[in-house]
């Protein structure tokens, strides 16, 4: 069935995106412990990208899967692939389910990194706010929401007035 077959091809994809993912994490963090902010900032990009490949890859998966059930006549749960894949004959139950496995391995990778990252980044923007307002005794921040094609929310930190009129 060619649905079957081009979900294996996305879940393998997708796989591989969050196996990417974690490389470029880990070379964030990196890069930001070694200062080295424009390599830190093409990997910023690089997470940006690939996380807005995983949004669209995730409503194809839907639509597939909402294909294949229609196909089988059987309601399959669209958030559980391997329930999925248990529906599913040989050989694409396999594919389906090794693709699972190495997504769970990212995420278990993923949630590690998000352990040592988040300390790190709080730590230097502390630092940063710290230096600025030693630098800067009039400095604030304002939070704004703005949201990306993957519609998540980020916020942007922006500096209300960091020259005054005397420059």
């Known amino acids: 069935m060619k649905e079957i077959e081009n979900l294996c091809k996305l879940l393998e994809e997708q796989a591989e995106r969050q196996e990417t993912l974690v490389s470029v994490c880990l ?8 200062g080295n902010i424009k390599y830190f900032n093409e990997k910023t990009s690089a997470i940006d990208y ?3 490949e995983t949004s669209r890859a995730e409503f194809l998966r839907k639509e597939l899967v909402e294909k294949i059930s229609r196909n089988l006549g059987v ?16 050989p694409w139950k396999s594919r389906m389910v090794d693709s699972c496995e190495r997504m769970r391995v990212a995420i278990l990778y993923l949630k590690a990194w998000l352990g040592e990252a988040v300390p790190f980044y709080r730590v230097s923007l502390e630092s940063a706010r710290n230096a600025l307002k030693n630098i800067y005794p009039y400095y604030e921040e304002q939070e704004t929401a703005s949201y990306s094609d993957s519609i998540s929310k980020k916020l942007e930190m922006g500096l209300t007035c960091f020259v005054d009129d005397r420059g």
Do not use: C, H, M
């Open 27 to 34: 070379a964030q963090l990196q890069a930001g412990f070694n």
């Open 50 to 52: 690939l996380v807005k």
């Open 75 to 90: 309601k399959l749960p669209e958030n559980n692939i391997r329930k999925v894949a248990e529906q599913i004959d040989e």
